[in-house]
T-cell receptor, first 112, second 113 residues
């Protein structure tokens, strides 16, 4: 079964502290993994995806196929990083319709 | 910057009534989706739509639900006879093709009373 697990509902850190938002997935194949972010009163938007291997707003995420994880990291949190973060999985292959399977989401709260 | 727009932002309806949620996807996108999020729960996939037909639907998307793209720009989700448990935030999304960035609308909050 395809599943995404984000074990933490809330992660609270102080400004300048490192951040790691955990994401584990279950998929029998090679999925595409994404992190989406929703800032207060804004729409869901893409933060980053594993195939691009970019760093966006200081965030990085490495796909670990052995541990089936795609944790999101940032070395120094900023107050403006406070938001809801969703890890999402998309199946690969010719029958892929592009549906996204989301984790439960983690609220990141960065305190001054 | 182009964006996905959804109307209305909030809809209150009586149980048993039909509702239509509307979305205008980004114009050059080919794949369209509806998701929903019940309060306090995860965002769940409902249906994907490509080439004027449903390409995949979830177990949630039963006979009470339907989608259509009537005029080449709007993408609608109809719930024929709403139930209390249909109360949720409904998100429309579009993308050029699978694997690319999915662009989401602001959502429609549906409240069934």
């Amino acid at each position: 079964a395809q599943r995404v697990t984000q074990p933490e509902k809330l992660l609270s850190v102080f400004k300048g502290a490192p951040v790691e938002l955990k994401c584990n997935y279950s998929y029998s194949g090679s999925p595409e993994l994404f992190w989406y972010v929703q800032y207060s009163r804004q729409r869901l938007q893409l933060l980053l995806r594993h195939i691009s291997r970019e760093s966006i707003k200081g965030f990085t995420a490495d796909l670990n196929k052995g541990e089936t994880s795609f944790h999101l990291k940032k070395p120094f949190a900023q107050e403006e990083d406070s938001a809801m973060y969703y890890c999402a999985l998309e199946g690969a292959g010719s029958s892929n319709t592009g549906k996204l399977i989301f984790g439960q989401g983690t609220t990141l709260q960065v305190k001054p | 910057e182009p964006e996905v727009t959804q109307t209305p932002s909030h809809q209150v309806t009586q149980m048993g009534q039909e509702v239509i949620l509307r979305c205008v996807p980004i114009s050059n996108h080919l794949y369209f989706y509806w998701y929903r999020q019940i309060l306090g729960q995860k965002v769940e996939f409902l249906v994907s739509f490509y080439n004027n037909e449903i390409s995949e639907k979830s177990e949630i998307f039963d006979d009470q639900f339907s989608v259509e793209r009537p005029d080449g720009s709007n993408f609608t989700l109809k719930i024929r006879s709403t139930k209390l448990e249909d109360s949720a935030m409904y998100f429309c999304a579009s993308r050029i093709y699978p694997g690319t960035e999915a662009f989401f609308g602001q959502g429609t909050r549906l409240t069934v009373v």
